[in-house]
């Protein structure tokens, strides 16, 4: 399969395409449900925080379940490699059990430390989730003095509503990849793990459903687009 490059479609469909154990790395950040803060009539009076969505959703694409999309990515990655799932709370307890599930061993709980919090009755959240998963024999990071709690400014003025910041994405892939490796993201937004990978001198493969993030990928990128038949 061709790297650095952005395939348009369903990952579930496009990983069909993808040898075993040909990904040296993998960092996504799938959809999943979200949950609202609290009533926001008890939130009123408090600026400069988003409000999460009430239904539980933010994307049109957002129904796909971790059972369909992790037995795939444990079949692609290579032996001894590593994979980064960022996920919220609520859906934590799932992503562990359907990671066991699939064949992937847990290393860690890492947590993303935002500049920013979400308003909430049940404590400010200014943090996210990343689980630190990896497939048999367990290799070591690059960098052993990297704590678990990672801090990077959210980006301002998003591109995509839940854009990361580029520099915490190059902390996990300087820790789990070498240059000129592959790495893998089926959910790729507006593209910053591409960027990422450039930065750090790695090869990289895009999945992408939605074709007004693939315009933006291709803009921000410059990478090929490449289209379902």
Not at 43 to 48: C, K, P, T, V
Not at 110 to 125: G, T
Not at 156 to 170: A, D, M
């Amino acid at each position: 399969m061709k790297t650095n490059v952005c395939y348009q479609g369903d990952c579930l469909e496009v990983m069909k395409g993808i040898e075993d154990k040909s990904i040296d790395m993998i960092l996504i950040d799938p959809p999943y449900k979200v949950i609202s803060g609290g009533n926001k009539s008890e939130l009123a009076g408090w600026h400069g925080s988003v409000l999460e969505k009430n239904d539980g959703k933010i994307f049109q694409h957002n129904d796909i379940k971790f059972s369909e999309y992790l037995p795939e990515l444990f079949r692609i990655l290579k032996d001894g490699s590593h994979c980064y799932v960022m996920v919220n709370f609520i859906n934590l307890n799932e992503l562990l059990t359907e990671s066991k599930r699939a064949g992937f061993e847990q290393h860690n709980l890492l947590v993303w430390e935002k500049n920013n919090k979400v308003l909430s009755r049940w404590y400010m959240k200014n943090a996210e989730y990343i689980l630190f998963l990896y497939k048999k024999p367990a290799k070591k990071i690059n960098n052993i003095g990297t704590p678990t709690i990672l801090k990077a400014n959210n980006p301002r003025n998003k591109i995509h509503p839940t854009e990361k910041p580029v520099e915490l994405l190059e902390i996990m892939i300087n820790n789990s990849s070498k240059e000129n490796d592959i790495i893998f993201d089926c959910f790729a937004g507006s593209g910053s793990l591409a960027i990422a990978c450039k930065n750090t001198n790695r090869n990289f493969i895009l999945i992408e459903q939605d074709e007004k993030y693939c315009d933006i990928i291709k803009e921000r990128v410059n990478c090929e687009i490449i289209k379902p038949n």
